[in-house]
């Protein structure tokens, strides 16, 4: 697929895949425009050479003329309908690409950068606002060309025909194109504010249906109306001021700005016929050039909204393209072999970016290979902090970890994060079939390999109790299970992994005591032969560890 070159030069970059395509999309939209030129100088070769023949020459040459013109007619339908349907392919192309690079582009930030964004805006810069770029790069070289040959081809026949005319009619287009460009301002700020309110609309709508069971549980429907009535307000006077800044633009220059041209041509024409510098021919000639001349006018003013939309979904996407992950491969990076698990945090400090205190400071722990060690502390202390810096969800200011002596920084983060099993207490799982999940956790083993591994996490029994096994869908997020269900079935995805270094990050806490036993089983049976971290409050899984690591200030 195209979107998986190294794109480095913006916005016309995105065409080069598709340049054959882009080709015939500008040689047609130049034919089309071209011909539509031709058509009126067929009517004037009627009126002034053959009714000025003999009257024998007259039908003949009207019905060959009249053959010519259906024949330039059929040709112009023609490349229109290839630029219409071919443009508009080559643009949903384009905006696939986009779309494809971007969620790519989601998969390779680190952790830190979610930290500050929410779901519902990063989802609307996926989706809508990519949804008009289609038009944008479909749209833009076609006009670009069409246009440019429309308005110079008619300029040339406008003041070839009459120059006084051809002066009055740049003279009402400078105005029309002053009266645009100054709404034009306006437009840009109104659709930058909506798309930024839409995203937060969004956003809105996310947080209240993935915490719909909270809502319901506090009885706060009312809550989330009223709060989600206050964004779709502000989203809708957005919406209001925009409409009224395009009313004025597209309806003035549509049915007030542009006829004024024609009524202009007709006074001022009348008149020069009257005084004999002008005949009627010429004039009816010279009208319908001028609005073939000013007729991309109003259709450029209507399209500016999807333009516009387009322009600032590009731009958005830009600023995430931009966006250098904080964590990345040194150019070096060697693959992770683990042959033992040894696991060291050497003097190890961090925080969350310059403007944050301290979380870890000068953390010196060495855990040896097969080893379970329990950290615990009170709240906030910084123990999931020190357990991913050892995937290297995030790395660390000062100090170094490493895995049987290689330090994480210096080899790729896919081998690293394939030797490291992690199961939170927040466990999450995917729409799907629990098979589907299972498989998750080792991309092309076996269904025989994810049944074995449901085993080991004693969650067999309760997944053949299901409608349809292994092959049942369980809901978005596993809705259909119950806690600790769902942690079973994560436990076998790990299981399936099989990894020799696990972060246990309190795995049981939001467990139910029979929860807890069945998942605590299966877990004493994931220790074995893996160096194992426990981040936990219960007593009841501290007593599963080797040593007890304590953190405190």
């Known amino acids: 697929m195209p979107d998986k070159q190294k794109r480095t030069s913006g916005f016309l970059s995105y065409y080069k895949p598709y340049k054959a395509l882009l080709i015939g999309d500008l040689l047609s939209a130049v034919m089309v425009a071209a011909l539509g030129l031709v058509l009126p100088l067929c009517v004037r070769y009627i009126t002034n050479d053959i009714l000025g023949a003999g009257a024998a020459e007259v039908l003949p040459g ?10 330039l007619i059929a040709a112009r339908t023609g490349f229109g309908i290839f630029n219409d349907y071919m443009g508009h392919v080559m643009g949903a192309r384009i905006e696939r690409d986009l779309r494809g690079e971007l969620f790519a582009q989601y998969q390779k930030l680190s952790f830190s950068f979610y930290d500050d964004r929410n779901t519902g805006e990063l989802i609307s810069r996926l989706m809508s606002d990519l949804l008009n770029l289609s038009e944008v790069y479909h749209h833009i070289p076609e006009y670009i060309l069409t ?6 081809g008619s300029a040339v026949i406008l003041f070839s025909i009459n120059q006084r005319l051809a002066l009055i009619v740049f003279a009402l287009l400078f105005v029309i194109i002053a009266y645009t460009y100054t709404f034009y301002r306006k437009l840009q700020r109104a659709y930058k504010t909506n798309r930024e309110l839409i ?15 909270v809502v319901k549980a506090f009885a706060n429907e009312d809550t989330e109306i009223a709060k989600f009535i206050t ?3 502000r989203h809708y006077l957005s919406r209001v001021k925009i409409y009224k800044s395009e009313a004025l633009l597209f309806s003035v220059v549509e049915y007030f700005l542009t006829p004024l041209i024609t009524v202009a041509i007709a006074a001022a024409g009348g008149i020069w016929i009257s005084g004999g510098s002008l005949d009627i021919a010429n004039l009816l000639m010279f009208i319908m050039y001028a609005v073939y001349l000013t007729e991309p006018v109003p259709r450029l003013a209507d399209a500016m909204p999807f333009y516009q939309q387009g322009w600032s979904g590009y731009r958005r996407f830009r600023d995430i393209m931009d966006t250098a992950p904080d964590i990345s491969d040194a150019e070096d990076a060697a693959e992770l072999a683990v042959p033992e698990g040894r696991v060291e945090f050497d003097h190890v400090s961090f925080r969350y970016g310059e403007e944050h205190g301290y979380v870890l400071r000068d953390i010196d722990l060495v855990v040896h290979p097969r080893e379970t060690v329990a950290v615990v502390g009170r709240s906030g202390i910084g123990k999931s902090t020190l357990c991913s810096l050892i995937p290297r969800f995030y790395d ?7 895995i049987d002596g290689s330090d994480v920084r210096d080899v790729t983060q896919t081998s690293l994060r394939r030797q490291i099993g992690v199961v939170r207490q927040e466990t999450f799982l995917f729409s799907g079939t629990v098979i589907d999940n299972i498989l998750y956790g080792k991309p092309g083993a076996s269904r025989e390999e994810a049944v074995e591994a449901a085993r080991k996490a004693n969650a067999h029994e309760f997944i053949m109790a299901l409608p349809a096994g292994y092959d049942t869908d369980i809901g978005q997020r596993g809705v259909k299970l119950s806690g600790g269900q769902q942690q079973r079935i994560s436990i076998a995805r790990v299981f399936l992994k099989d990894p020799p270094i696990l972060i246990l990050d309190e795995a ?17 049976t994931l220790y074995k032969g893996r160096t194992t971290f426990i981040i936990a409050h219960r007593q009841s899984t501290v007593n599963n560890a080797d040593r007890v690591v304590n953190l405190d200030d």
């Open 508 to 524: 049981t806490s939001a467990l139910d005591d029979e929860s807890e036993r069945a998942v605590m089983e299966s877990l004493k």
């Open 199 to 213: 995203a937060d609309v969004g956003t809105a709508v996310e947080e209240n249906l993935s915490g719909i069971r």
């Open 231 to 233: 964004e779709n307000r």
């Open 396 to 402: 660390v200011d000062e100090g170094a970890v490493r």
């Open 147 to 152: 246009y440019g040959v429309q308005f110079v």
């Open 62 to 71: 009207i019905l060959r003329m009249g053959a010519v013109m259906v024949a």
